[in-house]
């Protein structure tokens, strides 16, 4: 059985593998944290080039809401991939996915809603 951190790890290494195959570019940094029977995952600079200057080169809402719409479709898309991932990794059925992206920061968030909250081995603080 895993323990928490290495549920988390796991997450990251298997979310940040699949922005690189898929997206074309993988996160400069990435955080899973498990509560409960929710796993949230956040990405940092995750906005290519080419995202960037499709964002400047429009006006702000048009161009954000663009990005938006893109990159949820593409998660959208790759759902199964995405939910795969995490039932092997957690051996919990994703129920629900919520996504967002801020072209100001370039930070994208993914929440996972489970069907139950995954079981882990303790380990003892330091």
């Given at each position: 059985?895993?323990?928490?951190?290495?549920?988390?790890?796991?997450?990251?290494?298997?979310?940040?593998?699949?922005?690189?195959?898929?997206?074309?570019?993988?996160?400069?940094?990435?955080?899973?944290?498990?509560?409960?029977?929710?796993?949230?995952?956040?990405l940092?600079?995750?906005?290519?080039?080419?995202?960037?200057?499709?964002?400047?080169?429009?006006?702000?809402?048009?161009?954000?809401?663009?990005?938006?719409q893109v990159?949820?479709?593409?998660?959208?898309?790759?759902?199964?991939?995405?939910?795969?991932?995490?039932?092997?990794?957690?051996?919990?059925?994703?129920?629900?996915?919520?996504?967002?992206?801020?072209?100001?920061?370039?930070?994208?968030?993914v929440?996972?809603?489970?069907?139950?909250?995954?079981?882990f081995?303790?380990?003892?603080?330091?």
């Amino acid at each position: 059985m895993k323990s928490l951190r290495e549920i988390e790890a796991a997450i990251c290494e298997g979310i940040s593998h699949f922005e690189q195959e898929y997206m074309g570019r993988g996160p400069k940094n990435i955080q899973a944290h498990l509560i409960e029977d929710l796993l949230v995952v956040r990405l940092q600079g995750v906005l290519t080039a080419a995202e960037k200057h499709l964002v400047e080169a429009l006006s702000s809402e048009k161009g954000r809401d663009l990005l938006k719409q893109v990159r949820t479709q593409l998660i959208e898309i790759a759902r199964p991939q995405l939910e795969t991932l995490v039932f092997s990794t957690t051996g919990e059925k994703v129920i629900s996915l919520h996504h967002d992206i801020s072209v100001i920061t370039g930070e994208e968030v993914v929440l996972f809603t489970l069907a139950h909250a995954p079981q882990f081995r303790e380990t003892k603080k330091k």
